[in-house]
């Protein structure tokens, strides 16, 4: 996407390899920063600390992880520590397993002199691969925008939740790729972009991202959305996943179930768009099968924003004695979800429904 004019991606490979550049994603939308990761344990730390966030492109930093620390040590011991220790950082996106075991079985087959190379040709893959999926899901699920927008008057009004922008994947995003699609195809759309307590992903990230490609959005507290759906003003939610199991339950940013239960109430559809890394196809029950992240209270009681000087600060918003709970991500039972969008089209949010798009996959549960 363009960021002042100029194509831009969260995650940037050197030409041929060798190096990786991605934007850092805790200074936006006041600074834009983009910071070189020199090594597997800025990769790490990229992830962990959340440099880079969102599940697609959690896939893509550790596959250039692996290629990184490939550069420094590609005996077998060293890829090994790549995998553990990049395998460490996150533990609910399951995109970030599926690119840790993608790169492990091919390189491990390899010379270690070979590996280096070899890991540089995937990592670049994985990225350019990520771009085509989410690109795919624009596709059909901008067939679902135009759908509502040929039997109404004025704009579509999605509502979506967390960041799967695309600042969230290498290009495009997940649940902004029809959103995206569906402005250049020039349908009339708004946005209802909740701010996702407690790291505001969606009030850093998505406002941000919408605004830089001018698509008309509010911001509305988490709390609004249900809200907004009994009163008519949202025609469809679209969410991204950090992990779907082969059943259809859906793990999302926390909050992402509350609004699907507001959703069915109101008769709104609700969508996931999904790209099939994010599919765990080991996993049938999201309730007891996900792991869900625990992050650092300090989320919950401090918020970060730009204060009247300018300056980026941090402020406590509760007292000193209180502390935090900060559940990362929660399921959305499979009977909530309206559909899936997919790169191979829309289903069912079923076991039947994904295993008649990915047959190849479900066969080999
Ligand atoms: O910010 P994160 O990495 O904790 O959040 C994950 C997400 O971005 C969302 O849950 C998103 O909606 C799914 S990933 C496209």
């Known amino acids: 996407m363009m960021v002042n004019g100029v194509p831009c991606r969260p995650i940037r490979l050197a030409e041929g390899g060798g190096g990786v550049e991605v934007i850092d994603q805790r200074r936006l939308p006041h600074e834009f920063v983009v910071v070189p990761l020199e090594g597997l344990a800025d990769a790490a730390a990229a992830i962990r600390d959340m440099w880079v966030r969102g599940a697609p492109l959690i896939g893509a930093t550790a596959a250039c992880g692996v290629a990184l620390h490939m550069d420094r040590d590609p005996s077998d011991a060293g890829l090994g520590e790549a995998v553990a220790v990049l395998g460490a950082t996150r533990p609910t996106a399951v995109n970030l397993r599926w690119a840790l075991e993608d790169m492990r079985a091919r390189l491990a087959p390899l010379a270690p002199a070979a590996r280096a190379a070899a890991a540089w040709t995937r990592a670049a893959a994985v ?3 990520d771009v085509a999926i989410n690109r795919a899901i624009g596709e059909h699920g901008l067939a679902l925008i ?22 969230a994947t290498v ?15 020039g349908i ?37 959305g249900g809200h907004l759906m009994q009163r008519g003003l949202v025609d469809m939610v679209i969410v991204g996943t950090d992990r779907t199991t082969a059943a259809g339950d859906v793990c999302n940013k926390i909050g992402t179930y509350l609004k699907a239960l507001a959703a069915r109430d109101c008769g709104v559809p609700f969508y996931v768009a999904l790209p099939s890394p994010t599919i765990d196809w080991t996993l049938a029950d999201g309730l007891s099968g996900i792991p869900i992240e625990e992050r650092a209270g300090r989320e919950v009681t401090h918020v970060q924003g730009r204060a009247a000087d300018g300056a980026v600060t941090e402020v406590r918003i509760c007292p000193d004695a209180t502390a935090a709970a900060n559940p990362a991500f929660d399921v959305t039972p499979a009977r909530l979800v309206t559909a899936l ?20 996959r479900a066969a080999v549960r």
Do not use: M, S
């Open 146 to 167: 135009a759908a509502i927008a040929a039997r109404k008057a004025g704009p579509v009004n999605i509502l979506t939740h967390c960041n799967a922008g695309w600042l």
């Open 188 to 224: 009339a759309l708004h946005v209802w972009v909740d701010e996702t307590r407690p790291r505001n992903q969606g009030a850093h990230l998505t406002a941000w991202e919408l605004a830089a490609a001018g698509v008309p959005h509010r911001l509305v507290v988490d709390n609004a």
């Open 171 to 185: 290009d495009w995003g997940t649940a902004t790729a029809p959103i995206y699609l569906a402005r250049e195809r």
């Open 341 to 360: 969008i997919t790169e191979r089209g829309v289903c069912p949010a079923t076991a039947g429904g994904l295993a008649g798009l990915f047959p190849e």
């Open 127 to 129: 990225c350019e691969e």
